[in-house]
């Protein structure tokens, strides 16, 4: 249905291109000019729509800078969220706000890593409020690649290796008849480019795409499970002790191919499965949904993502007698030394 309506839609693709270019062309000759703030900004993101893997980038970012005692907080729209406006998530302590406020991706990082972290969907006026309520130094943009209003000293690009390697495929037209939200030559804006192979092999870049990532720093990234943890008690479990289980997988992530495909090389059984849309908001029918396909196909437990997990929680009592599990990922690049030094060295310039 999805592809059908993007075929329908796709005389629109040559009319998105044109404003996509003359946006840029604005920005880039300061017709549009970009707002600075009273803080360094990082800004995190991609060329497509989908998980290219910018939550982890964001996380392992904050790490980086936490680290080296540089105080950072994350500003992000809130996709996908029940509220509008400017919304403060965590101060670095407390959490004001659920998830169906803020979004499933910022509270997954508000609540792990205890940072502060604020949505809102003018970026420049949210930047400005978050700093009226935190301490921070530097804001890291979740999601900022083409939110170009807010002055930014440093682009990080993060690129799907598998959408990398579907040359001339409908994926790698511009939206509404592909996924991609801007064209490649748009690369030249970024500083940092990050290419994520997931849990995939290693790819070349190919030859028709190697032209922009000539003279940029580009940095491969790839996906290792940490292990399951219990979504009621947050106890953790190695994945070998889910081995030939028989579980009800649940994922309602933008391309589940890279946790399936994590479940299955490490022998789990991934035959019974409910896939939902990207951001699903999970209702009282499609909790009952799981627990009728739990006990149907006899399942040990409900195996889900962190991002799922988070809005799971809000069915405790419906799900209370289902043993329900997250797999936690944590992104790690190849190069890690360097990479972390070239976000310093913007970072702590006067």
């Not at 999805?2 to 996509?20: A, D, E, H, Q």
């Not at 910022?106 to 935190?134: H, Q, S, T, W, Y």
């Not at 797999?327 to 690049?333: G, N, P, S, Y």
Request: net charge positive.
């Amino acid at each position: 249905m999805l592809k059908l309506t993007r075929i329908i839609l796709s005389p629109f693709t040559l009319l998105y291109g044109l404003v996509v270019k003359l946006r840029n062309f604005f920005f880039d000759k300061e017709i549009f000019k970009a707002k600075e703030v009273p803080a360094k900004v990082i800004s995190i993101g991609n060329l497509t729509v989908g998980g290219s893997g910018k939550t982890p980038t964001t996380d392992l970012v904050t790490e980086i800078l936490t680290k080296n005692q540089i105080r950072a907080g994350v500003l992000s729209r809130g996709y996908k969220r029940k509220s509008k406006g400017y919304r403060l998530v965590c101060d670095g302590e407390n959490i004001f706000t659920s998830v169906e406020e803020a979004g499933d991706e910022i509270m997954m990082i508000a609540m792990e890593k205890k940072i502060p972290a604020a949505v809102a969907e003018r970026r420049v006026e949210g930047a400005i409020k978050f700093l009226n309520d935190v301490n921070i130094d530097v804001i890291v943009l979740d999601d900022g690649f083409q939110h170009r209003w807010i002055k930014r000293d440093l682009d990080i690009l993060v690129i799907d290796q598998r959408f990398l390697q579907k040359v001339n495929q409908r994926e790698q037209y511009l939206l509404p008849f592909g996924d991609m939200r801007e064209p490649f030559s748009s690369i030249e804006r970024a500083d940092i480019i990050l290419i994520n192979r997931k849990f995939n092999s290693s790819e070349p870049i190919p030859p028709k795409f190697q032209k922009y990532f000539n003279g940029k720093k580009v940095f491969f990234a790839e996906y290792k499970p940490v292990g399951f943890y219990d979504v009621k008690n947050n106890q953790h479990f190695p994945i070998k002790e889910f081995e030939g289980q028989k579980s009800l997988v649940v994922c309602g992530i933008a391309r589940p191919y890279s946790f399936l495909s994590i479940l299955e090389n490490n022998s789990i059984d991934i035959g019974n499965k409910l896939l939902f849309k990207d951001h699903k908001d999970y209702n009282l029918k499609e909790v009952q949904l799981i627990r009728k396909k739990f006990y149907d196909t006899n399942s040990h437990s409900v195996l889900t993502t962190e991002k799922d997990a988070i809005k799971l929680t809000n069915f405790a009592i419906e799900l209370d007698d289902i043993d329900i599990y997250y797999l936690k990922i944590k992104m790690f690049v190849k190069n890690a030394d360097e990479f972390e030094k070239s976000i310093l060295e913007i970072i702590n310039k006067s």
